[in-house]
Each structure stands twice: as C-alpha cells, then as structure tokens.
C-alpha cells in the first residue's frame, strides 16, 4: 500500500520533519500535504528525537543522517538532501534501510561558482582589507596594491559541475585554465578550453588552486603539507567545496610562514571554525559556507525537494536517487516500490 496525498479528514498525513534552515515558501508549500515538523539538526539530541516519528527528512549540509539516525526512523521512507554535498549523509546505510537519499545536484551550482571568483577577486585586490580599512575612516590607497588576475593561471581541483563552471566564467579573465580531475579526460578538459594535469604539477603551476571536489574518504586531506610545499609562494588557494579536503593545519602553517601567498575558504573541517587559527590570518578572507547561500540556489533546491518527497509519497518515480539501489534488491519499505 502507499500512502497517497488526497486531502481526507482520516488518513493522517505523513510526517516530514525540517531539520535545516529552508526557505519559507517550501515549508508553506509542504502543510498541506504533510504533518510538517521542524527541529535543529545540529543539535544531535533533538534530532533523534523528532525523527523517531519523520517518514520524510528534508535537510541541508549541518544534519548529519547516519546509521544512528537510520536505527531511531523507523517510518522513514526519504531522506531530501536541499542542496549538493551528500557527505553529511550515510547513503549506503539508507539504502540498506530501504530509505530513499535524493540531492539538488543543479540547485547552486551557479551560486558557488560566481562566489568562487567574487572570493578570488577579493584575494587578488585585498577587497576585504581596503573595505574594512575606508568604513574605519582611513584612506591608505598605498597599502591595498593588489595584482591582475589576468594572465594567472588557475588550477581546478575537480572538473564536475562547479569545476567546470568556474573555468567558463573565469575564461573571460584572459587566464590558463588547468585541472585535475581523475574521472575526467584529458580531451575533456581540451574540449572545455583547460589543460589536464596532474595534481602534483597542478598545485606546483597554479597561481591559484580552487577545490571542487566532494569530500569523501578519498579526498579528504587530498591538499595537504605535501601538496602545498610544492606550490608557489603567490599562490592562492580557494574552498568553496568542503572543509577537511584541505588539512587547515597545513594551510595555517604554509599560510603563516608565507609558503603560500593567501586563502579564501567558504567551508571548514568544524564549522563554525572556532578554534581554527585561519579566520584570524590578514592572508585569509574567510565566508561562512555562503556557496549556495542566494534566493536562487535556494528556490531551485527548495523545488526539487518538494518534487521529491511529494513523488515519494504519490507512489511516482522520485528522479535522481543518489541510490538507486534503494529500487531494487534492497528496499523493504512499502514506499519505496515507486
Ligand atoms: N560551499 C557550498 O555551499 C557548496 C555548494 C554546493 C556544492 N559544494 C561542494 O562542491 C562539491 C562539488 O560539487 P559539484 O556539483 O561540482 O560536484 P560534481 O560531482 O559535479 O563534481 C565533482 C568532481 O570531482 C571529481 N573528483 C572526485 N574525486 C576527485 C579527486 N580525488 N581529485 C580530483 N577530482 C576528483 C569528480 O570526478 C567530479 O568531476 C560538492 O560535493 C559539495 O561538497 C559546496
Ligand atoms: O546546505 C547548505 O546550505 C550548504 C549547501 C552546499 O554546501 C551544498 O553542498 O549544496
């Protein structure tokens, strides 16, 4: 049997619980279909309380949906990520739970990508510093020569969507685009107008190196103290993709003993990044994971999750299940024969 969403005055509706920030017209959208209920994902305890009752959970990046959270949901039926980055999320224990994992892989992919070169345009013209400088009643014109970001070349850590994103808009800029994506060609990359390397000559060639790669085990730590000892001292490294890619450690150091010229980081290994030494670098322009943070991204992510968890619960294909598998051998739950 699945659950349908026609309006009755018996069949109590479903119980989605809102874990993250959303936007307000998604939570409006939602009451008239499902028993809505909101708590703060972050904070754990309330978390696995108000899941025991949730057979959809619709979150973003600070709700983390592990095997505990899995174990306390027995009704749970689909998990809508609002957003990209699905490393907050155990997709292989939901799918052995038989619950649906869907993402908004398109959702902001512009959003990051325009704040990835906003981040590194501020970096080359000390924008933040010459900003804070005028609002505290100084006028040090001297003290702000930057440089051009023309004719610089730019290394793309991950040749995805954003990856590629980021070297249509920089394009313009007159710069050399070069990447290392390992699921990607090198005729790929040719195609898009940017050199394949690798990610050794990469980091030892880029005057600035952007991260645009998922965190997963294999990336974590992927730029570390080796890397960045074989990078330029004018280099310029950007996050924008997810804390804990780049060793901070690493990055604090090199940054610290000018091994690296600067850093612009929209995502930290903890954040809030409260006891990282790197918000407090002049070299760093820090942004508090703001990537998808526009009315736009937002929209459009809210848009897919409703279409989602409403597929969901009309018995209709959920599009771009980030586990699929969930269909076949493995999906116990009703919910889930779509
Ligand atoms: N700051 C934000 O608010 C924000 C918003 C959206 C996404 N993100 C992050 O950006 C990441 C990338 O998003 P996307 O849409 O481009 O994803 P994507 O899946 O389209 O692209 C990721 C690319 O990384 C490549 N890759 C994987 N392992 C690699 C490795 N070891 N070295 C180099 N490349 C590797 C993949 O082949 C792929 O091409 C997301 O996973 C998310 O964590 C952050
Ligand atoms: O949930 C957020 O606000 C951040 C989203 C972003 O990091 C993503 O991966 O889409």
Same mark, same amino acid.
């Given at each position: 049997?699945?659950?349908?969403?026609?309006?009755?005055?018996?069949? !109590?509706?479903?119980?989605?619980?809102?874990?993250?920030?959303?936007?307000?017209?998604?939570?409006?959208?939602?009451? @008239?279909?499902?028993?809505?209920?909101?708590?703060?994902?972050?904070?754990?305890?309330?978390?696995?309380?108000?899941?025991?009752?949730?057979?959809?959970?619709?979150?973003?990046?600070?709700?983390?949906?592990?095997?505990?959270?899995?174990?306390?949901?027995?009704?749970?039926?689909?998990?809508?990520?609002?957003?990209?980055?699905?490393? &907050?999320?155990?997709?292989?224990?939901?799918?052995?739970?038989?619950?649906?994992?869907? &993402?908004? !892989?398109?959702?902001?992919?512009?959003?990051?990508?325009?704040?990835?070169?906003?981040?590194?345009?501020?970096? +080359?013209? &000390?924008?933040?510093?010459?900003?804070?400088?005028?609002?505290? @009643? %100084?006028?040090?014109?001297?003290?702000? =020569?930057?440089?051009?970001?023309?004719?610089?070349?730019?290394?793309?850590?991950?040749?995805?969507?954003?990856?590629?994103?980021?070297?249509?808009?920089?394009?313009?800029? %007159?710069?050399?685009?070069?990447?290392?994506? !390992?699921?990607?060609?090198? $005729?790929?990359?040719?195609?898009?107008?940017?050199?394949?390397?690798?990610?050794? $000559?990469?980091?030892?060639?880029?005057?600035?190196?952007?991260?645009?790669?998922?965190?997963?085990?294999?990336?974590? @730590?992927?730029?570390?103290?080796?890397?960045?000892?074989?990078?330029?001292?004018?280099?310029?490294?950007?996050?924008?993709?997810?804390?804990?890619?780049?060793?901070?450690?690493?990055?604090?150091?090199?940054?610290? $003993?000018?091994?690296?010229?600067?850093?612009?980081?929209?995502? +930290?290994?903890?954040? !809030?990044?409260?006891?990282?030494?790197?918000?407090?670098?002049?070299?760093?322009?820090?942004?508090?994971?703001?990537?998808?943070?526009?009315? %736009?991204? =937002?929209?459009?992510?809210?848009?897919?999750?409703?279409?989602?968890?409403?597929?969901?619960?009309?018995?209709?294909?959920?599009?771009?299940?980030?586990?699929?598998?969930?269909?076949?051998? &493995?999906?116990?739950?009703?919910?889930?024969?779509?």
């Amino acid at each position: 049997m699945t659950t349908t969403m026609t309006a009755s005055t018996t069949t !109590p509706r479903p119980v989605l619980l809102i874990s993250d920030p959303l936007p307000a017209r998604l939570t409006a959208e939602l009451h @008239g279909d499902f028993d809505v209920r909101q708590c703060r994902g972050a904070d754990r305890a309330a978390l696995l309380d108000a899941v025991r009752d949730a057979e959809a959970l619709v979150i973003r990046s600070a709700t983390k949906v592990d095997q505990e959270v899995l174990d306390r949901a027995p009704r749970l039926r689909i998990v809508a990520r609002a957003g990209v980055g699905l490393d &907050n999320v155990d997709v292989e224990a939901a799918t052995r739970a038989g619950v649906m994992v869907v &993402n908004a !892989p398109v959702s902001n992919i512009t959003s990051v990508a325009e704040l990835t070169v906003g981040l590194i345009l501020s970096m +080359f013209r &000390n924008l933040p510093a010459a900003a804070a400088s005028v609002r505290a @009643g %100084e006028w040090r014109r001297a003290d702000f =020569q930057g440089s051009e970001l023309s004719g610089k070349s730019v290394g793309i850590v991950g040749f995805g969507r954003i990856g590629q994103l980021v070297a249509e808009r920089l394009a313009p800029f %007159e710069v050399e685009l070069l990447t290392h994506d !390992p699921f990607v060609t090198p $005729e790929f990359a040719y195609a898009h107008g940017v050199a394949w390397l690798p990610l050794d $000559e990469l980091v030892a060639t880029a005057d600035v190196l952007t991260i645009h790669v998922p965190r997963t085990p294999a990336t974590t @730590g992927l730029i570390g103290e080796r890397e960045l000892a074989l990078a330029k001292p004018t280099m310029r490294l950007v996050n924008t993709a997810r804390g804990g890619i780049v060793d901070e450690a690493a990055l604090a150091r090199a940054l610290a $003993e000018d091994r690296i010229a600067g850093a612009a980081l929209d995502v +930290f290994a903890t954040e !809030p990044p409260v006891h990282s030494p790197l918000p407090h670098l002049d070299s760093v322009v820090c942004t508090p994971h703001i990537g998808a943070g526009t009315a %736009e991204a =937002q929209d459009r992510a809210a848009s897919t999750v409703l279409d989602a968890v409403r597929g969901a619960f009309l018995g209709r294909p959920v599009h771009g299940l980030a586990n699929p598998a969930v269909l076949t051998g &493995n999906a116990p739950k009703e919910a889930v024969a779509v």
